[in-house]
C-alpha cells in the first residue's frame, strides 16, 4: 500500500517569501506528526493533529509557523516570511496512535526547504 | 521531560564486523523504544521497536536492540554489518498519551562501512 507521501521533495525559496509543505498520510491513520530535522538541531517534533481534536502546537517555533489538516487526512505545514534558520529537512509522519494502539509512526521523505 | 542520548556521533566498522549502536534514554515510566535508519536523501524507516515483554527484540534487516531498564538503555546491535547498512541511526522515546505520542529523538549516529 502507499505510505507517507510529501511535496514538494525539495522547495528552494527566498527569505521572506511564504511557503506550503504538503503532507498525505496512510490511509485510515489517524494521527500525523511534522517534524523538522535541521543540522546542529536533530529532528524536532513541531505539530501533532489527531483525529477532530485541537493539534497539539507545542513544538512549532514562532508564530510564522502554522499547520492544518483537512477532513482528517491531508496537512499543510505553512512558513511564512521564511528565514534562513528555517531552511531545513520537514518530516511528516502517521500512525495509528490513540485509537488502535499501536504507536509506531511512518514517515514520508521529507521536503527539503532551502531559504536563500 | 523524556530525552535520548546517542553517545556515538559517528562509528566506522568494516564489512563483515559485529555492530553496537549505544542509546541511553530518560522517562519517567515504562519507555515505548524505536530505533529508526535514514539513508541519504531518505525519510525515516522503522528498524524496531519495544513495548514490552521480551526485552531482546528483532527488527529487520537482521538488526536486533535489547532494552535495559537498570541502565536505561536499548542499544542496536548487528553480527554481521553489509555495506548497504552504511547510514544515520536514529533512537526514540515515546510515545505516550501524557507527551501526545510524539517521539523524541537522539541527535543520531552516522555509520560508515568499509569495505
Known amino acids: 500500500g502507499a505510505g507517507v507521501s510529501q511535496s514538494p521533495s525539495n522547495k528552494v525559496t527566498e527569505k521572506g517569501k511564504d511557503v506550503e509543505l504538503r503532507c498525505d498520510p496512510i490511509?485510515?491513520?489517524?494521527?500525523l506528526y511534522w517534524y523538522r530535522q535541521s543540522l546542529g538541531q536533530g529532528l524536532e517534533f513541531l505539530i501533532y493533529f489527531q483525529g477532530n481534536s485541537a493539534p497539539d502546537k507545542s513544538g512549532l517555533p514562532s508564530d510564522r509557523f502554522s499547520a492544518e489538516r483537512t477532513g482528517g487526512s491531508v496537512s499543510t505545514l505553512t512558513i511564512q516570511r521564511t528565514q534562513q534558520e528555517d531552511s531545513a529537512v520537514y518530516l511528516c509522519?502517521?500512525?495509528?496512535?490513540?485509537?488502535?494502539?499501536?504507536?509506531?509512526?511512518?514517515f514520508g521523505p521529507g521536503t527539503r526547504l532551502t531559504v536563500t | 521531560a523524556q530525552s535520548v542520548t546517542q553517545p556515538d556521533i559517528h562509528i566506522t566498522v568494516s564489512e563483515g564486523a559485529s555492530l553496537e549502536l549505544r542509546c541511553n534514554y530518560s522517562?519517567?515510566?515504562?519507555?515505548?523504544l524505536f530505533w529508526y535508519v535514514q539513508s541519504p536523501g531518505q525519510g525515516l524507516q522503522l528498524l524496531l521497536k519495544?513495548?514490552?515483554?521480551?526485552?531482546l527484540v528483532q527488527g529487520i534487516k537482521g538488526f536486533e536492540a535489547e532494552f535495559k531498564r537498570s541502565q536505561s538503555s536499548f542499544n542496536l546491535r548487528k553480527p554481521s554489518v553489509h555495506w548497504s547498512d552504511a547510514a544515520e541511526y536514529f533512537c526514540?522515546?515515546?510515545?505516550?498519551?501524557?507527551?501526545?505520542?510524539?517521539?523524541?529523538f537522539g541527535k543520531g549516529t552516522l555509520l560508515t562501512v568499509n569495505p
Open positions: 519495544y513495548f514490552s515483554g521480551d526485552t
Open positions: 490511509s485510515g491513520h489517524t494521527a
Open positions: 526514540a522515546v515515546g510515545p505516550s498519551r501524557a507527551s501526545n505520542y510524539k517521539l523524541t
Open positions: 509522519a502517521s500512525s495509528l496512535a490513540g485509537t488502535s494502539g499501536s504507536y509506531e509512526q511512518y
Open positions: 522517562y519517567g515510566a515504562t519507555p515505548y
